[in-house]
């Protein structure tokens, strides 16, 4: 097993946008009954050996692994998954080595970080300034009451030495 992570290039996450295009209607079937997960699986599998046949792989995957890269290109793409598949592929701007999917996920981060809405960050950031002072006060609560408990012991070992205490029992017993 290999112990590094690969990283899907543009044509492999290309390749098996095609392959589960055609799989569609079952990859992405919200049943959860048996026969709809032997179905699934056995459908995974078959995406898996299509997709080691594809000429543009590098890395030959596991069903398992392109069921989880499948599922990071929808949560990523934050559109619904019928227009991930109907993607065209983008214009490269004439460099080769850029990836384009990476491209536009920057892309869109960008302009999710342009429409980020301050007051979240600000309330967040007063919270966590609340929290800080209330850890200081309950800190500081618990070190005045350990010094008194100290002090208390402290007057209770030099009367009990002195013999002030036993003097009070043996008087409380008399009573």
């Known amino acids: 097993m290999e112990t590094t992570k690969h990283i899907f290039t543009y044509n492999e996450k290309k390749c098996l946008r095609d392959i ?3 799989y569609y209607a079952i990859v992405e ?3 959860i009954h048996t026969e709809a997960v032997r179905q699934k699986n056995a459908t995974w599998q078959q995406i898996g050996e299509e997709y080691n046949a594809c000429p543009h792989v590098s890395f030959h995957a596991t069903p398992k692994q392109l ?3 499948w599922l990071n290109l ?6 619904k998954p019928q227009t991930l598949l ?7 701007n004439g460099t080769q080595n850029e990836d384009p999917l990476r491209v536009e996920l920057l892309q869109k981060g960008i302009n999710e970080l342009q ?5 979240d960050q600000q309330e967040e950031c007063r919270k966590s300034e609340k929290h800080e002072i209330e850890m200081h006060i309950l800190k500081e609560r618990l070190r005045e009451a350990k010094a008194k408990a100290d002090l208390a012991e402290l007057i209770y070992n030099q009367q009990f030495n002195t013999g002030t205490v036993t003097a009070e029992i043996e008087q409380s017993n008399y009573k």
């Open 74 to 79: 929808k949560q990523r793409s934050k559109a």
């Open 115 to 119: 429409t980020f809405n301050y007051r």
């Open 67 to 69: 069921r989880r890269l």
């Open 29 to 31: 079937n919200k049943d």
């Open 20 to 22: 589960v295009k055609k």
């Open 86 to 92: 109907l993607k065209k592929e983008p214009e490269l």
